[in-house]
């Protein structure tokens, strides 16, 4: 398997316009997570899902930020509009099942720069 | 969710063992301990997870006394490709885990 798989790996955008990052999670796996990671705040959660459907969304900044995952095989993280204060290394990851034994599988990460 | 506390950065010379601690003071019946490893401009990755006492893969070890409240990573003869942040977490089912800023861990010759 090819891993969780992110594009674009960078962004660089102006302020106020939208910005669209997209995930391919591994094949077979139910449960998808999104993360920021910046120097000041380490690694946040943003968002998970559990068979598509969102579970848990309190760490989403604003309303600015949304996440769709339309079926088991991709999802999409959007600002809009962005933010300089946005500029962050974003992560998807991966789960097959839920409960311990269960490890999240990272892609390489989209490096999000915001002029 | 259960907090962590770990150093924000720690060194350490090539061929020796390393123990990172954390503390997870109110960690919950039904928390797990696990840990991440993340190497620049990469996603982490999981190294070990464990609920109590002693756990040991090809990686690491991990050490987590009776009650629980702190757990000690050990790397084996460490060598410069293990420079690396080091994140403890603790959580039930491997849900919702807080990263946080983690430990950078570097390696000197």
């Known amino acids: 398997d090819a891993g969780v798989i992110q594009s674009p790996r960078h962004e660089v955008t102006e302020m106020g316009q939208e910005v669209t990052l997209r995930c391919k999670p591994i094949s077979g796996h139910n449960s998808l997570f999104w993360y920021r990671q910046t120097m000041m705040r380490g690694l946040e959660l943003l968002i998970y899902f559990n068979n598509n459907v969102p579970i848990d969304d309190s760490g989403m900044p604003e309303d600015r930020f949304s996440a769709k995952m339309p079926n088991a095989s991709f999802s999409t993280l959007k600002i809009q509009p962005s933010e300089p204060r946005d500029s962050a290394v974003y992560f998807c990851a991966s789960r097959e099942g839920q409960g311990p034994g269960y490890e999240q599988f990272f892609g390489p990460g989209t490096r999000l720069t915001v002029l | ?109």
């Open chain 2, 1 to 109: 969710l259960a907090k962590t506390t770990q150093p924000i950065s720690m060194d350490s010379y090539e061929g020796q063992e390393v123990n990172i601690t954390c503390s997870h003071n109110n960690i919950a019946t039904n928390d797990y301990i696990t840990w991440y490893q993340q190497f620049p401009s990469q996603g982490p990755r999981f190294i070990i997870q464990g609920y109590k006492t002693k756990v040991t893969n090809e990686v690491a070890s991990l050490f987590i006394p009776a009650d629980r409240k702190s757990s000690t990573l050990s790397l084996p003869r460490v060598s410069l490709s293990d420079t690396a942040v080091y994140y403890c977490l603790v959580g039930e089912g491997n849900n919702r885990l807080a990263f946080g800023k983690g430990n950078q861990v570097v390696v000197i010759p």
